[in-house]
């Protein structure tokens, strides 16, 4: 896609994308001018028309919106009026419009050119995907910088929804190392991976176990963003269970989903990406524990005990409980070996997240209420939600076991967000600056841009987002 930038229409042709406020009088645009019964602006509207040879599309935006309403608008746009597309279009920036609308409009556009036919026979490709395709920026306010940046944003995102929506039998553990380790030749940060071999000689013991099932190797992926004027060190984990079989205690329900069980692992991959394209002086290092959560006579077994890079020992109660054991050798790997001044990690982990929240916000599980705040405050910005739950003590009790340091489930049917939330807890070493995400409900969910759950992406502009923020 060519981008071009312009103060005015002359001769308008092809489609031309206005948004609008919503607004009590008449809507106009140059010389088309819209009766209130046709088009007033009002929040998931649009209006069509044509005149001298040109497409007008008018977005409505409601009476006062926020990013995540312009991003969804213009995502919805794109997808649902790819025929309006030809080989150019203009988008209008309308005065009194943010620069973060601006970066919120540009990155929905983008995102809206997302398929989920990845292996149809009979594919095409949405106009604003093809390299010939031209986009005229039409603003009096040179807005270039926010442009580019929404476009990173998007193609990030859209490297976290494949990573996502791929089936399992793609989106292997490999095929993510590879992923990263290409990503990290592109963008410039470095990549080391332990294949199964090497992950039990470094002591990853805990991932090694749940692992050990599949016939797909393992594959523990550390990357470092490290630029020479970095400011501070920020480290991330992500869950990477690219399917989840629930092992012995195999799933009776839902299992068609579990592809989408590296969510987590996908956000720390596309965040890493975004960071070294947008090229934040902050160092990041970002470990995704990659596996396969699988049953074969290998598979471990419930009433294991297994041992765990940070030295404690796990009494195993339920092997569905497997991406805490991942995440705890992931968290224990980075703070032990990088020491990074504050820790994110993010992972689809309980389904008592899910029916807490629903599919609106994710749970966030810290201790440091200043870093709850600038989590809280980055996602609020961009429309990614989370809400705090409590980490007390009291909790403490049902990750306890009589036979080891630590049990992965507790085994009631109440708190297990909370529960999974202190067996984390208890493999940071009481880091002061460590933030759970627990984004169930979020990474993959049902909207109105296609017939079946997909990816969101939900993380990676949260955690680029709160990055910038420090």
């Known amino acids: 896609m060519k981008i071009n930038y312009i103060n005015s229409i002359i001769k308008p042709h092809g489609l031309v994308v206005i948004p609008f406020f919503e ?24 209006y069509t028309t044509e005149k001298k040879g040109a497409h007008y599309l008018f977005l409505g935006l409601g009476k006062s919106a926020d990013y995540k309403t ?35 409009a540009v990155s929905g556009l983008v995102l809206g050119t997302y398929k989920l036919g990845h292996y149809k026979k009979d594919t095409t490709l949405h106009p604003l995907s093809d390299a010939n395709f031209t986009l005229n920026i039409v603003s009096e306010s040179d807005v270039q910088e926010f442009v580019t940046k929404g476009i990173k944003i998007a193609m990030a995102q859209l490297e976290t929804y494949e990573l996502v929506d791929f089936p399992s039998n793609k989106a292997t553990p490999g095929y993510l190392s590879n992923w990263a380790i290409e990503t990290g030749k592109k963008y410039g940060f470095s990549v080391e991976v332990f294949d199964r071999e090497k992950s039990r000689a470094v002591g990853l013991h805990a991932f090694v176990a749940v692992g050990q099932g599949s016939a797909q190797e393992p594959q523990f992926i550390v990357m470092d963003y490290h630029p020479t004027d970095s400011k501070k060190h920020i480290g991330l984990v992500g869950k990477g269970i690219t399917f989840d079989t629930g092992g012995l205690n195999i799933k009776t329900a839902g299992m068609v989903h579990m592809k989408c069980d590296m969510a987590g692992g996908g956000a720390v991959l596309g965040a ?32 294991d005990v297994i041992s ?23 968290l224990s790997y980075l703070i032990k070996n990088f020491n990074p001044e504050m820790v994110l990690d993010l992972a689809t982990l309980t389904g008592s997240c899910v029916a807490t929240f629903g599919y609106e916000c994710c749970g966030l599980f810290t201790n440091n209420t200043g870093l709850a705040a600038q989590i809280q405050e ?46 984390l807890e208890h493999f940071t070493d009481n880091h002061t600056s460590w933030a759970h995400l627990d984004i169930a409900g979020v990474a993959f969910t049902d909207d109105e841009f296609a017939k079946t759950k997909h990816a969101t992406a939900f993380g990676v502009h949260l955690i680029t987002k709160f990055i910038e923020n420090l």
């Not at 609020?380 to 489930?409: C, F, H, M, T």
Request: hydrophobic share 45%; proline share 3%; charged share 25%.
């Open 308 to 330: 765990s890079y940070h030295g404690s020992m796990i009494e195993i109660i339920d092997t569905d409980a497997e991406g805490r054991l991942i995440l705890a050798d992931g």
């Open 378 to 423: 980055a996602g609020n910005a961009i429309g990614e939600r989370s809400w705090q739950l409590p980490l007390w003590d009291d909790y403490k009790s049902d990750i306890d076991s009589e036979i080891a340091d630590v049990k992965n489930y507790s085994g009631k049917p109440v708190a297990g967000a909370i529960s999974a939330a202190k067996f």
């Open 23 to 46: 607004s009590e009088g008449n809507v106009q645009f140059e010389d088309v001018l819209l009766d209130t019964k046709l088009f007033s602006g009002k929040k998931d509207t649009h």
């Open 70 to 104: 312009v991003k969804t608008a213009f995502r919805r746009a794109a997808a649902k009026q790819a025929f309006l597309f030809d080989m150019a279009a203009a988008l209008v920036i309308p005065a009194g419009f943010s620069n973060d609308f601006v970066e919120a």
């Open 272 to 303: 890493m990406q975004l960071v070294a394209d947008l090229k934040l002086s902050y160092r990041v290092t970002a470990i995704v524990p990659a596996c396969e959560n699988s049953v074969d006579a290998k598979a471990f077994l419930p009433s």
